[in-house]
C-alpha cells in the first residue's frame, strides 16, 4: 500500500460508513416519530385523563416537552406524528422487531393492527420504506388523499433513489395523473430527475373538471399540451367556467421596459364586464404567482380597461396549492384573484393499478 491507496482506503471508508450512519439516525428517527404518533392516539381513545385536555393535547404536550428541555415537539410537528401512524400502522411491524423491551410494551393490541388498506398488497416491505425513505419523504406521502396514489409514489421513490425534492416535484406536477394519461410511462417517470421545478399557476369553482377536454394518450404531458387541449375544446372549457365568459386572446404579450410576459388566456365577461385573466400551470402554487398575477391585472386596469369596465379579475389555476399560503399571499386580494385547483381526466384506475403492481414486481 503506497500513500495514495491509503488516502483512498480511508476516504472510501469514511464516506460509506458516515452515509450508513446517516440512514440509521433517518431510520430510528423515523421510527420514534411514528412511535410518538402511537402514543399519542392510544392517549386519545384510552388516557385515564384524555378529557382534562381535549382539543389542545397536542399544544399541552409541546409545552411540556419543551419545558424538559426537548427540541423538535410543536403542536404542528406533533400533528404529523400522529398522522403518519394512522397512514402507516404497518410499521409496527418493524418497530416491535427493533425494540422488543418497555418502549413498546405500553401500546395497546389494538393499536398493532394495520387500518384497512384498499392497495396493502402492493406495500414495499416496511424494512425497505424505513431505511430507504426519510421522515421528509414520508411527509410528502402523508398530503396524497389515496391509498393507490401513495403506493406509487413510495414504489418510485424508492426505485428511483428520488431525494425529496424530486419526490416533491413528482407529486406537484401530477405524475401519478400524467403516467397514467401517458403511453411512455417510464419516460415520464424518468424525466422527474431532469426537469426543474414547475412555479404553480392558474384559477373560480375549485376544483374545475376538465375531464371534457378529451386528452388523447401521448408519451408526456406538459402546461402547453393543457393549454391547447383547453383552446381546442374552448366551448365546453366556457361552459365549465360558467356564464358569461368570452374568449378573447391566448399568449396575451404584455411588455414592461424590455421584458415580455405572456398571460396564457384572456376572457371578457358580458356579464361582470370585466376582463378574465387566466395563468395555466402543472404545479403547487407559490406566492410569486399571486405577485406576478397583481402585475398583469395592474397592467390591464392602466393600459385595457374602457369606459364602462370593471376592474379585471385574475383566475390562478393550479394542480395543487397550500391553503394556509394562498390566504396569505392574497390577502386583500379576495374580490380579484382566485386560487383553484384543476383535475386532469382521472386515468382508468385499473391501468395505473396494472402500472405499479408491474413496478413492484420489477424491484
Not at 388523499?145 to 431525494?163: C, G, H, M, P, Q
Not at 425534492?165 to 405524475?175: F, G, Q, V
Not at 401517458?182 to 426543474?196: E, F, H, L
Not at 382508468?348 to 408491474?358: A, G, H, P, V
Request: charged letters at 25%; a negative charge.
Amino acid at each position: 500500500m503506497n500513500f495514495e491507496q491509503l488516502i483512498n482506503s480511508i476516504e472510501s471508508t469514511h464516506i460509506q460508513l458516515s452515509s450508513q450512519a446517516v440512514k440509521q439516525v433517518n431510520s430510528l428517527q423515523t421510527i420514534r416519530n411514528w412511535l410518538i404518533g402511537c402514543y399519542i392516539v392510544e392517549f386519545e381513545q384510552k388516557g385515564e385523563d384524555r378529557a382534562t385536555y381535549g382539543k389542545q393535547l397536542l399544544l399541552n404536550i409541546s409545552e411540556q416537552m419543551k419545558s424538559k428541555g426537548n427540541i423538535g415537539f410543536s403542536d404542528r410537528n406533533l400533528r404529523q406524528f400522529r398522522q403518519f401512524y394512522l397512514t402507516y400502522p404497518q410499521i409496527w411491524q418493524t418497530v416491535s422487531a427493533k425494540f422488543k423491551n418497555a418502549i413498546t410494551q405500553s401500546v395497546s393490541e389494538q393499536l398493532k393492527n394495520p387500518n384497512d388498506d384498499s392497495y396493502q398488497e402492493l406495500m414495499l416491505p416496511v424494512e425497505t420504506l424505513i431505511n430507504t425513505l426519510s421522515f421528509s419523504h414520508f411527509i410528502e406521502l402523508l398530503r396524497l388523499d389515496s391509498d393507490l396514489k401513495r403506493r406509487f409514489y413510495e414504489i418510485e421513490t424508492v426505485k428511483n433513489a428520488w431525494k425529496v425534492r424530486e419526490l416533491e416535484r413528482a407529486i406537484d406536477t401530477l405524475l401519478f395523473e400524467r403516467t397514467g394519461l401517458s403511453t411512455d410511462k417510464k419516460g415520464v417517470i424518468a424525466k422527474i430527475k431532469d426537469q426543474k421545478p414547475f412555479e404553480a399557476k392558474d384559477i373560480v369553482r375549485n376544483p374545475y373538471f376538465l375531464e371534457f377536454i378529451g386528452l388523447e394518450e401521448k408519451s408526456q404531458y406538459s402546461e402547453t399540451d393543457l393549454e391547447t387541449a383547453i383552446i381546442n375544446h374552448l366551448q365546453s372549457f366556457l361552459t365549465e367556467l360558467g356564464r358569461g365568459f368570452c374568449y378573447e386572446a391566448r399568449q396575451k404579450r404584455i411588455t414592461f421596459g424590455n421584458t415580455h410576459y405572456r398571460i396564457d388566456l384572456v376572457f371578457y365577461h358580458r356579464v361582470l364586464k370585466c376582463h378574465v385573466l387566466i395563468d395555466l400551470k402543472l404545479g403547487k402554487f407559490d406566492h410569486a404567482d399571486s405577485g406576478q398575477m397583481l402585475m398583469y391585472l395592474n397592467y390591464f386596469r392602466k393600459n385595457e380597461m374602457t369606459e364602462g369596465d370593471n376592474p379585471p379579475v385574475g383566475i390562478i389555476l393550479c394542480a395543487d396549492k397550500d391553503d394556509a399560503l394562498v390566504e396569505y399571499a392574497t390577502a386583500g386580494l379576495e374580490n380579484e384573484l382566485f386560487i383553484s385547483k384543476y383535475m386532469l381526466q382521472l386515468p382508468d384506475k385499473q391501468t395505473l393499478l396494472n402500472f405499479i403492481e408491474q413496478e413492484l414486481k420489477n424491484q
